[in-house]
């Protein structure tokens, strides 16, 4: 390395600025302005030479020597300042301080946004050149049988989600059959409706595909709305189990309650039925598109499971 010799003294040197900074912290050393202005000068002078090392700009040894001796010139200075204050006034020199103090600054923080970029620069070209393509292996693509069986995978699971969940949709219809020739309320759309809250605290669809979890949502938002009425409606303590069902591989009892009656009570029942209504219009499409989707990779049509 360049000057290798006075690399080695501007690393003493700074270590011994560095503990004249704690002494002042204390107040054991107090330096006057031309002791600050001949080391921030020495700093300069330094600052400059480990910038020119770093763009090695192909300037000679001996500027980077000369740069050397003259920061060593004011360290030197800094310690017969007693002798020049006799010579010229210190009040001349507070402005021409703080100028090369910033100068100082400047040149070190440009240094380190220098290096910064160059360390990036070759973080960027080691990773390029640990990469590289084998220009006799085939890439996969859209038509390729890897990606044709990943597609086929994608649509197989999101087939069997909606063909299990519908199971559940047409159970539930069956019980709502059931209770409302007496007007009364069964719990398992709000018992389904729980069966979705890990989705909801994720904010995560249980499909792949971005539509059918867009239409999954809007599904979501009716079936809560509904299961709340019905929770709302329901009188706890008088309930009768009707049927078991299983949802997500659980069994769940189904019960149905009496209905509280009160001057707003149908026209909340029926609000809630149509929330069940807008539900299932939503369903049935994502369902159709599920299963146009499965039909183009298999041949099972999910229609025919109603």
């Not at 009160?262 to 299932?280: M, P, R, V, W």
């Amino acid at each position: 390395m360049i000057n290798q010799y006075y690399r080695n003294f501007t690393i003493l040197t700074g270590t011994a600025i560095l503990f004249l900074a704690i002494l002042r912290a204390f107040g054991a050393f107090a330096p006057s302005i031309l002791v600050m202005f001949c080391v921030s000068a020495a700093a300069l002078m330094y600052s400059l030479v480990d910038l020119i090392l770093e763009l090695k700009s192909g300037i000679s040894k001996k500027i980077v020597i000369s740069l050397d001796i003259i920061a060593i010139i004011f360290l030197i200075l800094s310690f017969t300042t007693k002798g020049m204050n006799k010579l010229f006034s210190i009040d001349k020199l507070i402005i021409p301080s703080e100028v090369v103090t910033l100068l100082a600054f400047g040149v070190v923080i440009l240094t380190i946004g220098i290096k910064d970029k160059k360390a990036i620069s070759e973080t960027i070209e080691s990773i390029k050149s640990t990469i590289y393509i084998d220009k006799n292996k085939k890439f996969s693509t859209l038509d390729s049988d890897v990606a044709k069986e990943t597609m086929q995978e994608l649509a197989n699971y999101e087939y069997n989600t909606v063909f299990h969940l519908n199971k559940v949709i047409l159970e539930l219809k069956k019980y709502d059959g059931y209770v409302q020739q007496s007007s009364t309320i069964h719990d398992g759309w709000s018992i389904f409706s729980d069966c979705f809250e890990y989705y909801r605290i994720t904010n995560e669809g249980p499909f792949y595909d971005h539509g059918l979890n867009t239409l999954f949502w809007v599904f979501d938002e009716h079936l809560t709305s509904a299961a709340s009425i019905f929770s709302n409606l329901s009188q706890p303590e008088r309930t009768l189990k009707i049927a078991d069902i299983v949802m997500f591989k659980e069994s769940f009892s189904v019960h149905r309650y009496v209905r509280i009656r009160n001057h707003n009570s149908s026209e909340d029942y029926d609000k809630a039925y149509q929330h069940i209504t807008d539900a299932l219009k939503s369903w049935n499409e994502l369902k159709s598109i599920a299963g146009t989707k499965y039909e183009s990779l298999g041949t099972i049509d999910l229609s025919n499971q109603e």
